[in-house]
Nanobody, 121 residues
Framework: QVQLVESGGGLVQAGGSLTLSCVASGRFVSVSTMGWYRQAPGKQRELVATITAGGSTNYADAVKGRFTISRDNAKNTVYLQMNSLKPEDTAVYYC???????????????WGQGTLVTVSS
């Protein structure tokens, strides 16, 4: 009934930039906090950044000053601008969002399918 679809991943050289997008669609009445996580091969999924509906942001130390999270509430979309990319940023990037089915019910946290970002040295 609801889904998140990421796009924008790809191959980039170290020092380059990429912008990821994630769109929420389906039957819901509101989207609260949205975020980006990543999972590198052989590692656990980790937080990259989150943003509340009001625009408050939180970043992992590893990406502070290089990545910027933003959102367009009218489009139910969250973005991740990634600059000065490093090989260690290589991972599958997932977005998540807290979606409400109605004003009294919630889907909880919904995840996208992920998009691969590969940074070559």
């Amino acid at each position: 009934q609801v889904q998140l679809v990421e796009s924008g991943g790809g191959l980039v050289q170290a020092g380059g930039s990429l912008t990821l997008s994630c769109v929420a669609s389906g039957r819901f009445v509101s989207v609260s906090t949205m975020g980006w996580y990543r999972q590198a091969p052989g590692k656990q999924r980790e937080l990259v950044a989150t943003i509340t509906a009001g625009g408050s942001t939180n970043y992992a130390d590893a990406v502070k000053g290089r990545f910027t999270i933003s959102r367009d509430n009218a489009k139910n979309t969250v973005y991740l601008q990634m600059n000065s990319l490093k090989p260690e940023d290589t991972a599958v990037y997932y977005c998540d969002a807290d979606l409400r089915r109605s004003w009294t019910d919630t889907y909880g946290t919904v995840w996208g399918q992920g998009t691969l970002v590969t940074v070559s040295s």
